[in-house]
């Protein structure tokens, strides 16, 4: 399988995000399931450039994958159980994951670009 891009795994997660607002449990798993592989995919793909960032850019990077995996381990639990609970937490979930995952690949473009180009990238916080 090729690695999907940042703008495809978000393509991927909008479908989720779309499923769940239709509060379509049998869609929003397979969306996620697709969702959740392709991610796997992408971050073992990206594992050797993060060995070549400096240090406090890969901790920033592996910080928000973790952020970005953990919603969607989330999402998806919430999809096996039949998104019950309060609210509309399949669809906040969705929600969050797609706010994540924009958050991560703005992140990893200024990162991976200021490390391709040589000059030190943007600092922030997280």
């Given at each position: 399988?090729?690695?999907?891009?940042h703008?495809s795994?978000?393509?991927?997660?909008?479908?989720?995000?779309?499923?769940?607002?239709?509060?379509?449990?049998?869609?929003?798993?397979?969306?996620l399931?697709?969702?959740?592989?392709a991610l796997?995919?992408?971050l073992?793909?990206?594992?050797?450039?993060?060995?070549r960032?400096?240090?406090?850019?890969?901790?920033?990077?592996?910080?928000?994958q973790?952020?970005?995996s953990?919603a969607?381990?989330?999402?998806?639990h919430d999809?096996?159980g039949?998104c019950?609970?309060?609210?509309?937490?399949?669809?906040?979930?969705?929600?969050e994951?797609?706010?994540?995952?924009s958050?991560?690949?703005?992140?990893?473009?200024?990162?991976?670009?200021?490390?391709a180009?040589?000059?030190?990238?943007?600092?922030?916080?997280?």
């Open positions: 399988m090729r690695s999907l891009d703008d795994l978000l393509t991927l997660a909008r479908k989720a995000h779309a499923a769940a607002g239709d509060a379509d449990t049998t869609r929003l798993a397979e969306d399931g697709t969702f959740v592989h796997a995919h992408h073992d793909h990206e594992l050797p450039t993060l060995s960032l400096p240090p406090a850019e890969a901790r920033l990077v592996r910080r928000g973790a952020r970005v953990a969607a381990r989330a999402l998806l999809a096996a039949g019950t609970g309060p609210g509309r937490r399949c669809a906040a979930r969705a929600e994951l797609v706010a994540l995952l958050l991560q690949a703005r992140d990893e473009r200024l990162i991976l670009h200021g490390a180009s040589g000059t030190s990238p943007r600092r922030w916080s997280r």
